[in-house]
Nanobody, 117 residues
Framework: QVQLVESGGGLVQAGGSLRLSCVAS????????MKWFRQAPGNQRELVSG???????YYADAVKGRFITSRDNAKNTVYLQMNSLKPEDTAVYYC???????????WGQGTQVTVSS
């Protein structure tokens, strides 16, 4: 069982930056494929980015070039650096841990990101 706790959300003006963090419990963090999702009101939850156990990353087209995902296995933490934020990035952001690249088996509680125009 893995417990995930996100932090770092808040209110920012368009063009600004935020860094989200997700800390995982347990001693096997390095073995999990980590993802960031977001869900805006009235919308389905969507994948934002992911980072595999080997460190390779992937991004949704909407955030490519603006967001950067990284992980620090020594700190059991995954990060989402969000730059050049847009109002359409407003959502609750969730991190998820998966036993496989295609799975999201454990979820955090989410952190709100609001981007004002």
């Amino acid at each position: 069982q893995v417990q995930l706790v996100e932090s770092g959300g808040g209110l920012v003006q368009a063009g600004g930056s935020l860094r989200l963090s997700c800390v995982a419990s347990g001693r096997t963090f390095s073995s999990y494929s980590m993802k960031w999702f977001r869900q805006a009101p009235g919308n389905q939850r969507e994948l934002v980015s992911g980072i595999r156990t080997g460190g390779s990353t992937y991004y949704a087209d909407a955030v490519k070039g603006r967001f950067i995902t990284s992980r620090d296995n020594a700190k059991n933490t995954v990060y989402l650096q969000m730059n050049s934020l847009k109002p359409e990035d407003t959502a609750v952001y969730y991190c998820a841990a998966g036993n496989y690249d295609y799975s999201s088996d454990y979820w955090g509680q989410g952190t709100q990101v609001t981007v004002s125009s």
